[in-house]
């Protein structure tokens, strides 16, 4: 499985970025997604993630200011993100797995396939 991330820059504080992750390579229709990342310095964290069957789990630092969402036909995971802060501002990494998780999305070691990251760097 590859993922390739796009959608990331430059903005300032109040704006928002439209992340996408296009993916290929599945073998099973049955997998979940995620969107984790990391800042200089901290650890890598998990932002987002959406089970097989579209359910979804947030990080409580992006509640109500991101959104994410999976088209299937285009095997593609979008993360929608308002009102970015400073605080955002990371690599924003893409991830996959077959089968389905719930409560466990935002945790890195449920995921097998990574994508090689896109910037987000917002400005006060």
């Known amino acids: 499985v590859q993922l390739v991330e796009s959608g990331g820059g430059s903005v300032q504080a109040g704006g928002s970025l439209r992340l996408a992750c296009a993916a290929s390579?599945?073998?099973?229709?049955?997998?979940?997604m995620g969107w984790f990342r990391q800042a200089p310095g901290k650890e890598r964290e998990g932002v987002a993630g959406v089970a097989n069957d579209d359910w979804t789990l947030y990080a409580d630092s992006v509640k109500g200011r991101f959104t994410i969402s999976r088209d299937n036909t285009k095997k593609t995971l979008y993360l929608q993100m308002n009102s970015l802060t400073p605080e955002d501002t990371a690599m924003y990494y893409c991830a996959a797995n077959y089968g389905d998780r719930r409560w466990s999305l935002l945790r890195a070691q449920s995921y097998a396939f990574w994508g090689q990251g896109t910037q987000v760097t917002v400005s006060s």
């Open positions: 390579g599945y073998t099973s229709s049955s997998y979940f």
